[in-house]
């Protein structure tokens, strides 16, 4: 079976990259696409292509309102092709099907925003004590802004940056995760379609050290975006020293769900499972921690666990399944681990913790709930990204 094959899109055109990797199908753990392996020179020629359209060019002399027209059909062009990203999305991150169409659906939402707000980022007029003086103030383009954005809601997390730089008229080299990059390489169909100027928007992918190394530290670099973890996040401030670019960083958490005596048990527990077991876990507002009052904390977890052995685990392709797999081998072996230290340490196992049974091939992992005395257990100090749920009491 022949493989699928993406590329690059750089300066309004698609390339192939001298180098590519394999994209694995976190459901079966098979090899199902060849996907493009940018190199500095790739990202050297995507970071120039954008600093052109940027200072030269069709871009420049457009007002606000052509920014914002473009951005409202590519909008259009979201919602009308939600089925092929989903699909793309899950093939090449193990997302559920019906989060993925569910969330290109509202993201299209997104760029409507901001293609309404393109003609309306107005600068203001100050009275000063000098009658000969006028002073205001204008809003401008910063430049080139470098995008990266993890795998697990790319789509999502892509037009929270491209679209506000876009509607400002920046330009913008996008990496895509090297993990399940396929939804964003197809996205620049889309860009393509809308009729964005060459250069405008590029959006490539590759590993850290050849790409967003080069990337980060690039001089023509203006402003970065991220959002991933902090290894990753203190290397890209100390790359861009080389070209003093502003710098915003999300960098994922470990969030908290307090359930107080007086909690309707069944409305929490529905939203704790929600909360931690949709994407498989794998989300930086994942309510990973859950802190009970102890008047309640053994009803509470007989209705957890029950919930937990219910969810339907599957092929992510079906509409019926509940929880996919996690996105790489790498992180499955992670989270099991984390698990494996936690116990030790004096965690109790309430339920998962293992590979489910009959799901030999993929990275699946059962939905997990530890109780745990302390809370400096690894398992409540860490941000896993995975089906794991850390519970605590408190008087």
């Known amino acids: 079976m022949a493989l699928e094959t993406f590329q690059h899109y750089i300066d309004g055109s698609f390339s192939d990259a001298k180098e590519t990797f394999d994209s694995i199908d976190p459901a079966t753990g098979n090899v199902w696409a060849k996907m493009p392996k940018a190199t500095e020179s790739d990202v050297d020629r995507a970071v120039t292509a954008a600093h052109i359209a940027f200072t030269s060019g069709v871009w ?47 993201i299209s939402e997104y760029y409507r925003y901001f293609a309404g707000l393109a003609d309306k980022l107005q600068g203001a007029h100050f009275d000063v004590d000098k009658p000969d003086m006028e002073t205001y103030t204008r809003r401008e383009p910063i430049g080139v802004v470098a995008a990266i954005v ?13 679209a506000p730089a876009l509607a400002a008229g920046c330009t913008v080299v996008l990496k895509a995760s090297e993990d399940g990059p396929a939804p964003l390489l197809h996205f620049a169909k889309l860009i393509d379609e809308a009729g964005f100027p060459p250069g405008v928007v590029n959006i490539i992918t590759g590993m850290g050290d050849s790409c967003g190394k080069a990337l980060t530290s690039h001089p023509l670099i203006a402003r970065i975006a991220f959002t991933g973890g902090p290894t990753t996040a203190r290397r890209i401030v100390e790359n861009s020293a080389n070209n003093l670019a502003a710098v915003s960083l999300e960098l994922g958490g470990k969030s908290p769900v307090l359930v107080f005596e007086d ?3 069944e409305s929490a527990a529905n939203a704790i499972v929600s909360g931690i077991f949709a994407a498989t876990g794998q989300s930086c507002v994942a309510g990973s921690r859950l802190l009970v009052h102890e008047n309640v904390h053994a009803e509470l977890l007989e209705i957890l666990i029950a919930k937990a052995k219910r969810i339907k685990i599957g092929d992510p392709q079906d509409l019926e399944t509940e929880m996919g797999p996690l996105a790489t081998q790498r992180q499955q072996t992670h989270v099991q681990d984390v ?50 749920l850390s519970v605590l009491k408190f008087k």
């Open 60 to 106: 420049p002399t457009l007002n606000a309102s052509a920014r914002g027209k473009l951005l409202y059909k590519l909008a259009d062009l979201m919602a009308a092709n939600a089925d092929a990203l989903a699909e793309l999305e899950t093939r090449d991150t193990g997302k559920i099907r019906r989060e993925t169409r569910a969330v290109i659906m509202y």
């Open 150 to 162: 993890p795998w697990n809601s790319q789509m999502f997390l892509s037009a929270v940056k491209l």
């Open 263 to 265: 909690a309707d048990l």
């Open 339 to 388: 698990v494996d230290r936690s116990v030790s340490a004096g965690a109790k196992l309430l339920t998962g913790g293992k590979i489910p049974d009959g799901f030999t091939n993929g990275f699946y992992d059962e939905p997990t709930i530890l109780d745990c005395a302390e809370p400096v257990i690894a398992c409540v100090q860490e941000e896993i990204f995975g089906p794991v």
